[in-house]
């Protein structure tokens, strides 16, 4: 059961950073009008926190698209920080109780 629940998790979360990604290419190619490589570019900056810095400069709207990209990011990484925590949680308290010697 342990497993299935993990599975599932860690393949949502993984679904869910592909949206991101698919999200934020199209969006910078249908705002800015970036090409492809440019757009996974930004997306990639945006959502690791890396901060080189655009490419040019982003219009009204592709400051707005970054800012709702970046606040995705930072929560799709603390559901992940989260995910981790219970699954080690659930491994802990899996493990049998073991009674300590007796003297």
């Known amino acids: 059961m342990e497993n299935f629940i993990r599975n599932q998790r860690v393949r949502r979360a993984i679904f869910m950073l592909l949206i991101i990604i698919v999200a934020g290419i199209t969006g910078y190619m249908f705002i800015e009008g970036d090409g492809f490589l440019n757009a996974l ?16 400069k982003l219009s009204i709207a592709g400051k707005i698209f970054t800012i709702i990209m970046t606040l995705s990011s930072r929560i799709l990484n603390s559901n992940s920080v989260l995910l981790k925590g219970m699954l080690l949680m659930m ?10 010697p007796m003297h």
């Not at 570019?41 to 040019?56: D, Q």
């Open 41 to 56: 570019y930004m997306t990639i900056i945006t959502i690791s926190t890396v901060g080189f810095g655009e490419i040019h």
């Open 91 to 100: 491994k802990y308290l899996s493990r049998p109780i073991s009674n300590p």
